[in-house]
């Protein structure tokens, strides 16, 4: 796979996220600059006791 090739795979699969409604994405940022994100995504398990749960999907820190 090339750099190009999985740099647009990378914008798509992104892309997707944003648009699904079960996906919350938290921009981290300091007043000077954007330091980070999360990327959440919420399920249901029917047969389970607590059946809502949110899984951490990508999550970014810059570092320092």
């Known amino acids: 796979m090339s ?28 007043e000077e600059e954007t330091v980070g994100y999360m990327v959440l995504q919420e399920g249901e398990h029917p047969s389970r006791t607590h059946e809502n749960y949110a899984t951490i999907v990508d999550l970014f820190m810059k570092e320092g």
Request: net charge neutral.
């Open 3 to 30: 750099k190009d090739t999985a740099k647009q795979d990378s914008r798509e699969g992104f892309s997707k996220l944003i648009e699904d409604k079960d996906t919350t994405i938290f921009l981290m940022k300091t």
